[in-house]
């Protein structure tokens, strides 16, 4: 794999839920959290999102208490960085060989695009089968579900795989919003699904070159991950 430092990183165009009124779109701690490693690293990144464009962001993420995370709101006080979320590109603009790896960040608003975004499936099939590395984060993980490779099978097939657990999900009082269960989903397609054994704690999943993060605070731990694998090929 050719070294570009540079890795791709996918948020949502969906700021609402289609069955209830709440409001929704990017978790902003899940982009936030990765940036701040990857930066740190030396690394570079570009935002894309399926139909481009400016980029809602969940409200419950802009809570003063998430905010305190991690240093969060450090970032959504600075208007270089938010800016980034005003005019994101579209997946199918994006060029694969610009980039070594992709990330896929959540909040629910993905649940509704992601797995809907033919482009986003593609070009996950082709990072992979590229030997480029693939990650995602809580729910960011539905964007895995459509994902098949060149023969023909689901990519998460007999892979290791974390994402928002089912019971995180009634936790957070979302399972009648949800349109789906990623985690009963990600079975199905015969992923061989794990969970942290307390809810809410950052949880890491990585096999070969697909790596994954149970919930939001797992964002950080999955840069760590990515950027030790960019390290070691670079």
Not at 87 to 94: C, F, N, P, Y
Not at 99 to 126: K, N
Not at 129 to 152: F, P, W, Y
Not at 164 to 192: C, H, I, M, T
Request: proline share 4%.
């Amino acid at each position: 794999m050719a070294a570009t430092n540079k890795i791709l990183i996918i948020v949502t165009n969906v700021g609402e839920y289609e069955k209830v009124g709440l409001r929704t779109g990017l978790w902003l701690g899940e982009l936030t959290h990765f940036w701040d490693v990857a930066e740190q690293a030396g690394l570079s990144m570009d935002i894309a999102s399926p139909l481009g464009g400016k980029i809602p962001l969940d409200p419950e993420s802009l809570s003063h208490e998430v905010l305190a995370e991690l240093g969060t709101e450090q970032r959504y006080r600075d208007r270089r960085f938010m800016d980034l979320l005003e005019d994101t590109k579209k997946i199918a603009e994006v060029t694969l060989d610009d980039y070594d790896a992709i990330y896929l960040t959540g909040g629910h608003g993905v649940m509704f695009d992601f797995p809907q975004s033919q482009d986003l499936e593609e070009l996950m099939a082709r990072f992979y089968e590229s030997d480029k590395i693939v990650s995602t984060v809580c729910h960011g993980g539905t964007g895995l579900l459509q994902v098949r490779l060149s023969n023909g099978e689901p990519l998460v097939r007999g892979k290791r795989v974390t994402g928002f657990s089912w019971p995180e999900e009634e936790l957070a009082d979302r399972a009648d919003a949800v349109p789906y269960n990623l985690q009963e989903e990600l079975e199905k397609l015969g992923a061989d699904y794990s969970t942290t054994g307390k809810p809410f704690e950052p949880y890491v999943v990585e096999d070969g070159r697909l790596i994954t993060g149970q919930n939001p605070g797992s964002a950080r731990g999955v840069a760590q991950a990515v950027v030790k694998q960019l390290t070691a090929v670079g």
